[in-house]
């Protein structure tokens, strides 16, 4: 079986990265496992992650960025399938890894990602937007087979695999957020497939305040023109405002089934601070750098970068 490398950037996850790390070295898997912890934590993880057979690298936190330390950490790892996973999740299923990875008996697969499923406790609103976003059927897109729908195209790595000649020849870009979207996309205009596997289950979900889903969605609509630039992934705003007042409909419908009915008047202001993040990082081109960084959460990443993304790697 092919040599598989898991690359986990982790800051202050004391309380969930040694379970994870268990579950990772206890899953059924035939071929070697590789994992290299990119730590910029000071609390108990480094101490935690030492106990296991990993390799350690120092990360500043000031030089992380999502897109180019996955790179550096792939680069520093010999597996024919790179990994990249949120090191809050949650795998229950010991087979996660063979599933995730069985894909790839299709050398037109670039990369994988699996379903997630919200952990215990989680608000409504993000239970029915994870539930929303990962469904329980399994799919498969390319350009190809004409499969995106009005050129929308997704990609997590909080739960993911790629394959190494793959990324070698496209490297994750390096954006303030969604760069495993950004990534995909140029897989796909490369002529590869990508997966989504119903069955490689990880658990995973947010608590947000409202000041967290402010800034997580301002980044969120910074990157959405670098995403979307392309005529073929195209994404106008008629079909914005259409999707989100029915993701809003659905959303404030399941809570009525489900029991959840006086959190909706907190809903709606949560809904209406997500929109409005959205719309003002997708203006964030006209805005000074101490308003972006004022707006967005990563706020170093103007300290390095002129815009949401740089172009030429």
């Known amino acids: 079986m092919p040599k598989v490398s898991f690359i986990l ?12 790390l268990e579950t990772i070295f206890s899953q059924e898997y035939d071929g070697d496992i590789e994992v290299l912890i990119m730590d910029s934590s000071d609390d108990r993880t480094p101490e935690i992650v030492k106990g296991f057979p990993i390799k350690y690298v120092w990360v500043e936190p000031d030089d992380y960025n999502y897109g180019r330390t996955r790179n550096e950490g792939a680069a520093m790892t010999g597996g024919d399938f790179l990994v990249f996973l949120s090191t809050d999740v949650e795998i229950r299923d010991k087979r996660w890894l063979s599933k995730l990875t069985g894909h790839f008996s299709d050398p037109e697969v670039a990369g994988v990602y699996g379903r997630q499923l919200p952990k215990e406790g989680a608000p409504p609103m993000e239970q029915f ?15 190809k087979e004409g499969k995106l729908r009005k050129g929308i ?5 909080t739960n993911s695999a790629i394959r190494r000649s793959v990324w070698e020849q496209i490297k994750i870009p390096e954006m303030l957020k969604s760069e495993d979207q950004e990534w995909a996309k140029r897989a796909l205009l490369a002529g590869y497939k990508i997966v989504y596997d119903s069955e490689a289950v990880v658990y995973h979900s947010h608590k947000y305040s409202l000041k967290g889903v402010f ?3 301002f980044d969120s609509g910074a990157v959405v023109p670098v995403i979307h630039r392309e005529e073929k ?3 106008s705003m008629k079909y914005f405002l259409i999707d989100g007042l029915k993701f809003i409909s659905e959303e404030y419908k399941f809570m009525l089934k489900n029991g959840y009915g006086h959190w909706i008047p907190y809903a709606i202001f949560y809904d209406l601070t997500k929109f409005l993040g959205t719309f003002l990082g997708s203006k964030q081109k006209y805005m000074p750098i101490w308003m972006k960084k004022l707006l967005c959460k990563k706020r170093n990443h103007w300290d390095k970068y002129n815009d949401v993304i740089k172009e030429g790697t």
């Open 9 to 20: 950037p982790t800051r202050n996850v004391e309380k969930y990265i040694g379970p994870l």
């Open 129 to 143: 937007f994870i539930l929303q976003t990962y469904p329980a059927e399994s799919n498969s897109f390319s350009l």
């Open 153 to 157: 195209v997704f990609f997590s790595n």
């Open 215 to 217: 800034h997580e969605y």
């Open 233 to 235: 992934f195209k994404y």
